[in-house]
């Protein structure tokens, strides 16, 4: 071998690869932003209070909540050196975020006017994109997970999105055929079929089913931030 050249034993890294201090930093806003967003949304929709834009027209103030998950996912898409998966659950991160807006004013209305069939079916449609939401921040979670080769928080990550299709998806998903079945067979307005919350079976129940995959998104959310926020700290003060 010539004198001079030096053969590395490391294995090259592309340069999109690496993340540098900025994108931590990025990632630590980005996750913070969506984990307040959540509850915030949460918050503002129980109460159902509206925020009048001009005399004619009133905005649901949890779309405020909306807002905010938007700026935390567009923090989100400046971070670089992430899997080519990273960006493609960005981007429907970025279309969930839109759905909302959409879905937003009609269960709005719906409050106001439940005997309205195509309101009724957007109240639903909200609900999806909220839990697909969830579905896919747990998701970016594991990429973040994935670069700094945490298996544990890997496994924890995919337990926790998978709760939100068992323990939210799918008893919504059989709640809408139900009802959209049964209005169909009966030939009756859907409205009338959309039982009272306080009236179903164990509903106490079915509430804290749905809080679980809630409580651990935010945790897991909790804990990404706090990951990122650590890979700025020198490596020998840890």
């Given at each position: 071998?010539?004198?001079?050249?030096?053969?590395?034993?490391?294995?090259?890294?592309?340069?999109?690869?690496?993340?540098?201090?900025?994108?931590?930093?990025?990632?630590?806003?980005?996750?913070?932003?969506?984990?307040?967003?959540?509850p915030?949304?949460l918050?503002?929709?129980?109460?159902?209070i509206?925020v009048?834009?001009?005399?004619?027209?009133?905005?649901?103030?949890?779309v405020?909540?909306?807002?905010l998950?938007?700026?935390?996912?567009?923090?989100?898409?400046?971070v670089?050196?992430?899997?080519a998966?990273?960006?493609?659950?960005?981007?429907l991160?970025?279309?969930?975020?839109?759905?909302?807006?959409?879905?937003?004013?009609?269960?709005?209305?719906?409050?106001?006017r439940p005997?309205?069939?195509h309101?009724?079916i957007?109240?639903f449609?909200l609900?999806f994109?909220?839990?697909?939401?969830?579905?896919?921040?747990?998701?970016l979670?594991?990429?973040?997970?994935?670069?700094?080769?945490?298996?544990?928080?890997?496994?924890?990550?995919?337990?926790?999105?998978?709760?939100?299709?068992?323990?939210?998806?799918?008893?919504?998903?059989?709640?809408?055929?139900?009802?959209?079945?049964s209005?169909a067979r009966?030939?009756?307005p859907?409205?009338?079929?959309?039982?009272?919350l306080?009236y179903i079976?164990?509903?106490?129940?079915?509430?804290?089913?749905?809080?679980?995959p809630?409580?651990?998104?935010?945790?897991?959310?909790?804990?990404?931030?706090?990951?990122?926020?650590?890979?700025?700290?020198?490596?020998?003060?840890?």
């Amino acid at each position: 071998m010539d004198e001079g050249v030096h053969e590395s034993t490391e294995p090259d890294v592309p340069a999109a690869q690496a993340i540098e201090e900025r994108d931590w930093v990025l990632l630590a806003m980005g996750f913070t932003r969506i984990l307040w967003s959540i509850p915030l949304g949460l918050m503002l929709f129980t109460g159902m209070i509206s925020v009048r834009l001009t005399q004619f027209f009133q905005l649901p103030s949890y779309v405020l909540g909306g807002v905010l998950y938007f700026w935390g996912i567009i923090t989100l898409t400046r971070v670089h050196g992430l899997s080519a998966a990273w960006r493609r659950f960005l981007m429907l991160g970025v279309f969930l975020a839109f759905l909302l807006f959409y879905f937003g004013p009609f269960v709005f209305w719906w409050m106001r006017r439940p005997a309205t069939d195509h309101f009724a079916i957007n109240l639903f449609g909200l609900a999806f994109s909220f839990i697909w939401l969830l579905w896919v921040v747990n998701r970016l979670a594991e990429e973040v997970a994935a670069r700094l080769g945490d298996v544990v928080f890997i496994i924890e990550t995919r337990l926790c999105r998978w709760s939100v299709v068992g323990f939210m998806g799918l008893p919504l998903l059989v709640y809408t055929s139900y009802v959209t079945l049964s209005a169909a067979r009966l030939d009756q307005p859907l409205s009338t079929l959309i039982l009272d919350l306080r009236y179903i079976p164990y509903i106490h129940w079915i509430f804290a089913a749905i809080i679980l995959p809630l409580t651990l998104t935010l945790t897991i959310l909790w804990k990404t931030r706090q990951c990122a926020l650590r890979q700025l700290v020198p490596a020998g003060s840890r």
